[in-house]
């Protein structure tokens, strides 16, 4: 089945491949709920639902660092790692898209083709599509798959270091941050609000000539964290030395991971995992308005000139906002109550 296809998807059949771990059938299911088809998202919902029930028992993982930092070496490492101790990973590998042709290189399989070769990994790049975030929209619901799948570990790999990717952290477990082994200038280039939400802290490239500046570098970002306030104050963000070349420090990493969770407790995970649902319900409701508001013919009337006057001044943003929505509302036999004490 592909997006574009016209045979409807089968989820009887989709749905029992994602039970029996089938690789084929997971990048299908993904394949559909990045679909944007509206038969094709009715069927993904209806997927979803099914798969429900055998989700949340994964270990979810947001991967960043800044482009050259060795993002794609450390996954790959670190998911032979996980796999040689039992676990099944998942990576959701996001690639940037063009800003101006909207297309994107995809080349995550091509970076980790020893990982990409295992049958007990699944490996799916997808285009970031212009979403904010360093996300695709659908990462959340391909990342739901991938654990109903049977993948214990889920690796969302963001596009690369700026404010906007703190959304990642709203879809897992914990965050990670790979750093280069530089320190001094590179550590000021580094995003403050990345560095605050970060849970651990790996500083790649360990090894060979590299391996003094990064244990320098380790120690000048142990220091600056200690001046950042985590979000758990029982928590401070480990700063370990890896190398992904060489395969080492990868243990210390797992191990964090387990000491974070643990940490946590079921209570405070699961409540975590609650409110980043209900923050994810919240984020489809509004693109779905804008969707619909973007399609209604009075909205769309009114949005050159209020666009135009906004831009001269002439009207407050406020104001165009509450005429676009009036006349959407108008439109389906709603009304918008005016601001307190306007008639």
């Known amino acids: 089945m592909r997006a574009g ?3 409807p998807p089968d989820i009887e059949a989709l749905a029992a491949g994602l039970a029996a771990g089938g690789r084929r059938a997971l990048a299908r299911a993904i394949t559909l709920v990045e679909s ?3 038969d094709h998202r009715a069927a993904a919902d209806a997927l979803l639902a099914r798969s429900m029930p055998r989700t949340g028992r994964a270990v979810r993982i947001g991967i960043s660092g800044a482009p050259g930092v060795g993002k794609s070496t450390f996954i790959e490492a670190f998911g032979l790692f996980l796999i040689a101790r039992g676990h099944r990973p998942a990576i959701l590998a996001i ?3 063009s800003p101006l042709t909207g297309g994107s290189i995809l080349g995550d399989k091509t970076r980790m083709e020893l990982l990409a070769r295992d049958s007990r990994a699944f490996i799916r790049p997808s285009p970031a599509g212009g979403t904010l975030g360093g996300v695709a929209r659908r990462t959340r619901e391909a990342g739901l798959l991938c654990e109903a799948a049977g993948f214990d570990v889920v690796i969302v790999e963001t596009v690369g270091v700026g404010q906007s990717e703190i959304a990642v952290a709203d879809m897992v477990d914990l965050f990670l941050l790979v750093l280069p082994p530089g320190g001094g200038d590179e550590l000021q280039g580094i995003k403050k609000g990345i560095v605050e939400i970060a849970d651990i802290v790996v500083v790649n490239k360990a090894d060979g000539d590299l391996a003094a500046a990064a ?3 380790a120690a000048e970002y ?5 001046l950042l306030r985590h979000a758990h104050a029982d928590w401070t963000p480990p700063v370990l030395l890896v190398s992904a070349l060489s395969r080492t420090g990868l243990d210390a990493v797992w191990d964090a991971i387990a000491r974070f969770r643990a940490t946590l407790g079921e209570d405070r995970l699961a409540d975590r995992r609650a409110r980043q649902a209900i923050a994810w319900m919240w984020r ?4 779905a308005l804008r969707a619909e508001l973007a399609a209604d ?3 769309a009337a009114l949005l050159p000139d209020l666009e135009t006057g906004v831009a001269a001044s002439r009207v407050s943003p406020v104001a165009a906002a509450r005429q676009v929505l009036a006349a959407f509302l108008d439109g389906r036999g709603a009304r918008l109550d005016p601001p307190h004490g306007v008639p």
């Open 284 to 287: 489809e409701i509004e693109s």
């Open 215 to 217: 244990g320098r570098a």
């Open 95 to 97: 690639d940037p898209s």
């Open 36 to 38: 944007q088809r509206p």
């Open 222 to 226: 142990r220091a600056a964290l200690q």
């Open 5 to 7: 296809g016209s045979a």
């Open 297 to 299: 013919s009075r909205a």
